[in-house]
T-cell receptor, first 114, second 114 residues
Framework: SAVISQKPSRDICQRGTSLTIQCQVDSQVTMMFWYRQQPGQSLTLIATANQGSEATYESGFVIDKFPISRPNLTFSTLTVSNMSPEDSSIYLC???????????FGSGTRLTVV | AQSVTQLDSQVPVFEEAPVELRCNYSSSVSVYLFWYVQYPNQGLQLLLKYLSGSTLVKGINGFEAEFNKSQTSFHLRKPSVHISDTAEYFCAVDRGSTLGRLYFGRGTQLTVWP
Protein backbone atom coordinates (compact mmCIF):
# COMPACT_ATOMS: atom_id res chain seq x y z
CA SER A 1 0.00 0.00 0.00
CA ALA A 2 1.02 3.64 -0.37
CA VAL A 3 2.82 5.57 2.33
CA ILE A 4 1.55 9.10 2.90
CA SER A 5 3.39 11.93 4.58
CA GLN A 6 1.10 14.69 5.77
CA LYS A 7 2.28 18.03 7.12
CA PRO A 8 1.88 19.76 9.47
CA SER A 9 0.73 17.26 12.05
CA ARG A 10 -0.89 19.99 14.08
CA ASP A 11 -1.19 23.75 14.18
CA ILE A 12 -2.86 26.51 16.14
CA CYS A 13 -3.95 29.40 13.95
CA GLN A 14 -5.51 32.78 14.39
CA ARG A 15 -8.96 33.34 12.97
CA GLY A 16 -8.97 35.04 9.59
CA THR A 17 -5.71 33.43 8.50
CA SER A 18 -5.13 30.50 6.14
CA LEU A 19 -3.31 27.21 6.54
CA THR A 20 -2.00 24.99 3.77
CA ILE A 21 -1.76 21.27 4.45
CA GLN A 22 0.52 19.11 2.36
CA CYS A 23 0.15 15.47 1.42
CA GLN A 24 3.05 13.60 -0.18
CA VAL A 25 2.69 10.01 -1.45
CA ASP A 26 5.57 7.62 -2.04
CA SER A 27 4.14 6.42 -5.35
CA GLN A 28 2.02 7.77 -8.17
CA VAL A 29 -1.70 7.78 -7.58
CA THR A 30 -4.49 8.96 -9.80
CA MET A 31 -6.92 10.18 -7.20
CA MET A 32 -6.38 11.82 -3.85
CA PHE A 33 -9.05 12.73 -1.36
CA TRP A 34 -9.36 15.23 1.46
CA TYR A 35 -11.50 14.55 4.51
CA ARG A 36 -12.48 16.53 7.56
CA GLN A 37 -13.10 15.04 10.99
CA GLN A 38 -14.75 17.52 13.30
CA PRO A 39 -14.35 16.98 17.06
CA GLY A 40 -16.11 13.85 18.20
CA GLN A 41 -17.51 13.15 14.76
CA SER A 42 -16.90 10.93 11.80
CA LEU A 43 -15.04 11.72 8.61
CA THR A 44 -16.63 13.74 5.85
CA LEU A 45 -15.26 13.92 2.33
CA ILE A 46 -14.34 17.46 1.31
CA ALA A 47 -13.16 16.93 -2.25
CA THR A 48 -11.53 14.64 -4.76
CA ALA A 49 -8.33 15.79 -6.43
CA ASN A 50 -7.21 14.44 -9.79
CA GLN A 51 -3.94 15.51 -11.31
CA GLY A 52 -4.40 17.97 -14.14
CA SER A 53 -7.95 18.94 -13.39
CA GLU A 54 -9.86 20.99 -10.86
CA ALA A 55 -10.88 19.29 -7.69
CA THR A 56 -14.43 18.05 -7.31
CA TYR A 57 -16.09 19.29 -4.13
CA GLU A 58 -18.78 17.59 -2.11
CA SER A 59 -21.97 19.32 -1.12
CA GLY A 60 -21.31 21.91 1.55
CA PHE A 61 -17.70 22.55 0.57
CA VAL A 62 -16.55 25.26 -1.84
CA ILE A 63 -13.32 26.04 -3.61
CA ASP A 64 -13.00 29.52 -2.16
CA LYS A 65 -12.91 28.12 1.35
CA PHE A 66 -10.89 24.95 0.62
CA PRO A 67 -8.72 25.49 -2.45
CA ILE A 68 -6.86 22.35 -3.50
CA SER A 69 -3.83 21.91 -5.69
CA ARG A 70 -2.69 18.72 -7.40
CA PRO A 71 0.44 19.60 -9.37
CA ASN A 72 1.60 16.01 -9.93
CA LEU A 73 0.74 12.40 -9.24
CA THR A 74 2.41 12.26 -5.81
CA PHE A 75 1.46 15.53 -4.16
CA SER A 76 -1.54 17.59 -3.15
CA THR A 77 -2.32 20.52 -0.89
CA LEU A 78 -5.46 21.64 0.87
CA THR A 79 -5.76 25.23 2.07
CA VAL A 80 -8.22 26.17 4.78
CA SER A 81 -8.93 29.84 4.08
CA ASN A 82 -10.15 32.68 6.27
CA MET A 83 -10.34 30.35 9.22
CA SER A 84 -12.86 30.52 12.02
CA PRO A 85 -13.09 28.40 15.19
CA GLU A 86 -15.63 26.20 13.39
CA ASP A 87 -12.81 25.02 11.13
CA SER A 88 -11.07 23.38 14.07
CA SER A 89 -10.88 19.76 12.96
CA ILE A 90 -8.59 17.01 11.88
CA TYR A 91 -7.94 17.09 8.15
CA LEU A 92 -6.82 13.90 6.46
CA CYS A 93 -5.74 13.03 2.97
CA UNK A 94 -6.31 9.67 1.39
CA UNK A 95 -5.24 7.95 -1.81
CA UNK A 96 -6.81 5.34 -3.98
CA UNK A 97 -4.66 2.70 -5.57
CA UNK A 98 -7.41 0.27 -6.36
CA UNK A 99 -9.75 -1.42 -3.91
CA UNK A 100 -7.40 -4.35 -3.37
CA UNK A 101 -5.19 -1.97 -1.43
CA UNK A 102 -7.90 -0.42 0.62
CA UNK A 103 -7.50 3.32 0.84
CA UNK A 104 -4.54 4.62 2.74
CA PHE A 105 -4.83 7.66 4.96
CA GLY A 106 -2.30 10.19 6.09
CA SER A 107 -1.77 10.67 9.80
CA GLY A 108 -3.87 13.82 9.76
CA THR A 109 -3.46 17.51 10.58
CA ARG A 110 -5.02 18.62 13.83
CA LEU A 111 -6.06 22.23 13.36
CA THR A 112 -7.14 24.51 16.17
CA VAL A 113 -8.40 27.99 15.30
CA VAL A 114 -8.38 30.55 18.10
CA ALA B 1 -27.96 7.85 -1.62
CA GLN B 2 -25.28 6.14 0.34
CA SER B 3 -25.34 5.91 4.11
CA VAL B 4 -23.58 3.97 6.81
CA THR B 5 -25.08 3.36 10.23
CA GLN B 6 -23.04 2.26 13.20
CA LEU B 7 -25.62 1.33 15.73
CA ASP B 8 -23.51 1.73 18.86
CA SER B 9 -21.58 4.88 19.64
CA GLN B 10 -19.82 3.27 22.61
CA VAL B 11 -19.08 -0.34 23.45
CA PRO B 12 -17.44 -1.11 26.80
CA VAL B 13 -16.16 -4.65 27.35
CA PHE B 14 -13.82 -6.45 29.69
CA GLU B 15 -10.53 -7.83 28.52
CA GLU B 16 -10.70 -11.27 26.88
CA ALA B 17 -14.43 -10.94 26.24
CA PRO B 18 -15.82 -11.22 22.71
CA VAL B 19 -17.04 -8.10 20.96
CA GLU B 20 -19.22 -7.23 17.98
CA LEU B 21 -19.39 -3.76 16.46
CA ARG B 22 -22.39 -3.34 14.22
CA CYS B 23 -22.55 -1.66 10.85
CA ASN B 24 -25.40 -1.39 8.38
CA TYR B 25 -25.33 0.34 5.04
CA SER B 26 -27.80 1.39 2.43
CA SER B 27 -27.03 1.17 -1.21
CA SER B 28 -28.73 0.27 -4.42
CA VAL B 29 -25.52 -0.87 -6.06
CA SER B 30 -22.68 -3.21 -5.24
CA VAL B 31 -20.27 -1.76 -2.76
CA TYR B 32 -16.92 -2.31 -1.21
CA LEU B 33 -16.92 -2.28 2.58
CA PHE B 34 -14.20 -1.37 5.04
CA TRP B 35 -13.45 -1.17 8.70
CA TYR B 36 -10.88 1.32 9.93
CA VAL B 37 -9.43 1.83 13.39
CA GLN B 38 -8.27 5.12 14.85
CA TYR B 39 -6.12 5.04 17.97
CA PRO B 40 -5.99 8.19 20.09
CA ASN B 41 -4.24 11.05 18.34
CA GLN B 42 -3.46 8.93 15.31
CA GLY B 43 -4.67 8.56 11.74
CA LEU B 44 -6.80 5.82 10.28
CA GLN B 45 -5.57 2.28 9.85
CA LEU B 46 -7.31 -0.25 7.65
CA LEU B 47 -8.51 -3.30 9.61
CA LEU B 48 -10.13 -5.25 6.82
CA LYS B 49 -12.10 -4.94 3.62
CA TYR B 50 -14.75 -6.77 1.67
CA LEU B 51 -14.57 -6.56 -2.10
CA SER B 52 -16.14 -9.79 -3.31
CA GLY B 53 -16.03 -13.54 -2.78
CA SER B 54 -16.15 -15.07 0.68
CA THR B 55 -18.47 -13.18 2.96
CA LEU B 56 -16.24 -13.78 5.99
CA VAL B 57 -13.28 -11.45 5.90
CA LYS B 58 -10.30 -11.69 8.21
CA GLY B 59 -8.23 -8.64 9.04
CA ILE B 60 -5.38 -7.57 11.24
CA ASN B 61 -5.18 -7.88 15.02
CA GLY B 62 -7.55 -10.88 15.09
CA PHE B 63 -10.58 -8.99 13.79
CA GLU B 64 -13.03 -10.41 11.28
CA ALA B 65 -16.22 -9.21 9.65
CA GLU B 66 -19.08 -10.85 7.86
CA PHE B 67 -20.80 -9.35 4.87
CA ASN B 68 -24.52 -10.06 4.81
CA LYS B 69 -26.08 -8.78 1.61
CA SER B 70 -29.67 -9.56 2.55
CA GLN B 71 -29.37 -7.63 5.79
CA THR B 72 -26.99 -5.03 4.30
CA SER B 73 -24.71 -5.48 7.27
CA PHE B 74 -20.97 -5.74 7.82
CA HIS B 75 -20.47 -6.39 11.52
CA LEU B 76 -16.99 -6.49 13.01
CA ARG B 77 -16.09 -9.17 15.54
CA LYS B 78 -13.24 -10.30 17.71
CA PRO B 79 -13.46 -13.38 19.93
CA SER B 80 -11.20 -12.04 22.67
CA VAL B 81 -10.27 -8.39 23.03
CA HIS B 82 -7.20 -6.83 24.59
CA ILE B 83 -6.77 -3.52 26.33
CA SER B 84 -4.76 -2.38 23.32
CA ASP B 85 -7.90 -2.69 21.17
CA THR B 86 -9.30 0.40 22.84
CA ALA B 87 -9.89 2.79 19.95
CA GLU B 88 -12.48 4.34 17.65
CA TYR B 89 -13.71 2.04 14.90
CA PHE B 90 -15.21 3.31 11.67
CA CYS B 91 -17.21 1.42 9.10
CA ALA B 92 -17.02 2.80 5.57
CA VAL B 93 -18.53 2.03 2.21
CA ASP B 94 -17.14 2.81 -1.21
CA ARG B 95 -19.52 2.86 -4.10
CA GLY B 96 -18.05 0.56 -6.68
CA SER B 97 -18.58 3.02 -9.49
CA THR B 98 -16.75 5.82 -7.72
CA LEU B 99 -13.62 4.32 -6.24
CA GLY B 100 -12.14 6.04 -3.26
CA ARG B 101 -15.05 8.23 -2.24
CA LEU B 102 -15.69 6.74 1.15
CA TYR B 103 -18.79 7.30 3.22
CA PHE B 104 -18.11 6.76 6.90
CA GLY B 105 -20.29 5.76 9.78
CA ARG B 106 -20.18 7.95 12.86
CA GLY B 107 -17.81 5.58 14.63
CA THR B 108 -17.91 3.26 17.62
CA GLN B 109 -15.68 3.86 20.61
CA LEU B 110 -14.51 0.49 21.91
CA THR B 111 -13.21 0.63 25.46
CA VAL B 112 -11.63 -2.49 26.90
CA TRP B 113 -11.41 -2.66 30.69
CA PRO B 114 -8.99 -4.85 32.64
Amino acid sequence: SAVISQKPSRDICQRGTSLTIQCQVDSQVTMMFWYRQQPGQSLTLIATANQGSEATYESGFVIDKFPISRPNLTFSTLTVSNMSPEDSSIYLCSVEKGPNYGYTFGSGTRLTVV
Amino acid sequence: AQSVTQLDSQVPVFEEAPVELRCNYSSSVSVYLFWYVQYPNQGLQLLLKYLSGSTLVKGINGFEAEFNKSQTSFHLRKPSVHISDTAEYFCAVDRGSTLGRLYFGRGTQLTVWP
